[in-house]
C-alpha cells in the first residue's frame, strides 16, 4: 500500500491535516492511520459531564462519518498501530505486519494517559481516561457505582469529580501533593480549587498516594499509604499523559518529551512533520520549544502542517489556551505556565474565589492560569502575542483592579 500523504494518528490534528491537503492537493493519495477503531470524535466531549450522564445523545462524539472519509477520498486504517518506520525508504510498518509507503508523513499520534503498578490495579472498577472506550467503560460503571475516588490532581481530576458529584456519587479525590497542581499552582490557586469541591461535598485528601486496590474481583477500597483506607467501588486515575515515542527512537527521529520540530512542524527527517499533542516544537512567539496539549492547538498545527506538507512554508504562530468549568469555577491555561531559565511568575490575586498567576519571560509575559478571571484571557493573548514589555510595571500587572489591555 502507498500514500502521497501518510498520517499517523486519526485525532483533531491528523484529521484536520489531511482535510487540509486535500483543499491543497485535489489528486494526491492520503491514509489516516489510528490506533482506535473509530472516526474522528469531539475529545472536548469526554471531559463534559452531560456527556458521561447521557444528557447529550452519545452520537453526538462523532465529528466525522464514513461518507466524509469517502467523499474526500481519504482512506481510515482504523485500529491498527504503527510500530517501525524506515525514514531513509520511506515505509511504516503496522502491528499486524502490513507495510505502508509514503511520499510525505505526519505524525499525529497525540499523547497515552500514564498508567500505575500497584497491587490489585487490575481489578475491575479501575478507569483511565484518555479514549472513547476509556469513557464507554465510565458510563457503564455510573449506572451500577455508590461510592468514586479521582487521584490526581489535574484537569482529569477536577473534571472527573465534577461529573461524579452530579452522578450523585459520593465522591474522594486523592491527591499526592500539598495542594490541587501543585507546583503549576500556588498555594492560593490551589484552595480555591480545594474549597469548591469541599463545598460540593467531594472528600479532599492531600498528601497521600494509593498503596493497594482492595477488593476480590472489584475494587471496594484503596489502601493509602498512610495506611487509611477509602471506600470506593470505582476509581478514575487521572495522573497525566505521555508520548509514547519508543517506536521512533531507532528510526533517527529525534525526540524529548514530544517529537522535536522546528517552526514549520517539521522534524530532522526529509519529509516527516509531526502536529498536535505529540509535537515539541519551536514557538516563534515564545522563543522556546513546547509541549502543548490541548484540541484548539491540535487542529491549528493540523492546519498548517497540511498546509506545508503541501509545498508551504509557514511558520506556526499560535497563543493556545485551554478552559474547563465544573464545580462552579472556571479554570483557563494560556500560553506557557512553565518556569525555567529567566522565567518568572507573579500573582494578580482578586476576590476570594479568583486568581491569576501572571509567567514572565525576560520581562514579556508567555502565559497565564485564570481562575475565575477568564474575561482577562483576550487580553493576555494579545500581549503574549505582541510581546509587550512589562518589566518596568509588575505593580500594575499584580493589581487585580488594574485593566490589562492598558498595556496594548
Not at 2 to 11: E, Q, R, S, V
Not at 194 to 215: D, F, N, P, S
Not at 317 to 327: A, D, E, I
Amino acid at each position: 500500500m502507498t500514500f502521497d500523504y501518510l498520517i499517523i494518528g486519526g485525532g483533531i490534528a491528523g484529521t484536520t491535516a489531511a482535510e487540509t491537503i486535500r483543499k491543497n492537493d485535489d489528486k494526491g493519495t492520503i491514509g489516516i492511520v489510528s490506533d482506535e477503531p473509530y472516526n474522528l470524535y469531539s475529545r472536548i466531549l469526554l471531559s463534559k459531564p452531560n456527556f458521561f450522564l447521557e444528557v447529550v445523545p452519545f452520537d453526538s462524539i462523532w465529528l466525522r462519518q464514513d461518507e466524509w472519509y469517502a467523499q474526500n477520498r481519504i482512506t481510515l486504517l482504523a485500529g491498527k498501530k504503527a510500530v517501525n518506520m524506515d525514514a531513509g525508504k520511506k515505509k511504516v510498518v503496522l502491528g499486524d505486519g502490513q507495510e505502508i509507503d509514503y511520499k510525505k508523513l505526519l505524525l499525529a499520534e497525540g499523547t497515552r494517559a500514564r498508567t500505575v503498578d500497584l497491587p490489585g490495579i487490575s481489578k475491575l472498577g479501575v478507569y483511565y481516561l484518555r479514549t472513547l472506550d476509556d469513557a464507554k467503560n465510565i458510563i457503564l460503571a455510573l449506572k451500577e457505582s455508590k461510592k468514586a475516588a479521582v487521584v490526581g490532581g489535574g484537569f482529569i481530576g477536577f473534571e472527573m469529580s465534577d461529573m461524579l458529584k452530579l452522578a450523585g456519587k459520593e465522591t474522594t479525590i486523592i491527591i499526592r501533593e500539598k495542594h490541587f497542581w501543585h507546583p503549576r499552582f500556588e498555594t492560593a490557586a490551589g484552595e480555591i480549587v480545594e474549597t469548591a469541591m469541599r463545598k460540593h461535598g467531594i472528600e479532599v485528601i492531600l498528601e497521600a498516594e494509593v498503596a493497594e486496590v482492595k477488593g476480590n474481583e472489584r475494587v471496594t477500597a484503596l489502601t493509602l499509604t498512610d495506611g487509611r483506607e477509602v471506600e470506593c467501588d470505582m476509581v478514575i486515575f487521572g495522573i497525566g499523559g505521555y508520548s509514547d515515542h519508543e517506536w521512533l527512537k531507532s528510526t533517527g527521529m529525534v525526540v524529548s518529551r514530544g517529537i522535536l520540530a522546528n517552526q514549520h512542524l517539521e522534524t530532522n527527517l526529509p519529509d516527516v512533520w509531526t502536529a498536535g499533542d505529540a509535537a515539541e516544537y519551536m514557538d516563534v512567539i515564545l522563543g522556546e520549544s513546547v509541549q502543548l496539549g490541548n484540541w484548539v492547538n491540535a487542529q491549528q498545527q493540523g492546519r498548517l502542517a497540511g498546509q506545508n506538507m503541501c509545498g508551504k512554508r509557514e511558520e506556526f504562530r499560535f497563543v493556545s489556551f485551554y478552559t474547563t468549568q465544573g464545580l462552579d469555577i472556571t479554570i483557563a491555561f494560556v500560553g506557557d505556565t512553565s518556569l525555567g531559565e529567566n522565567k518568572q511568575m507573579v500573582s494578580r490575586g482578586g476576590k476570594k474565589d479568583s486568581h491569576a498567576q501572571i509567567f514572565l519571560k525576560l520581562g514579556k509575559i508567555i502565559g497565564a492560569i485564570l481562575i475565575n478571571k477568564t474575561p482577562e484571557m483576550g487580553a493576555i493573548r494579545s500581549l503574549i502575542e505582541k510581546k509587550v514589555d512589562v518589566s518596568n510595571r509588575l505593580e500594575e500587572l499584580t493589581d487585580p483592579e488594574f485593566n490589562l489591555k492598558k498595556f496594548l
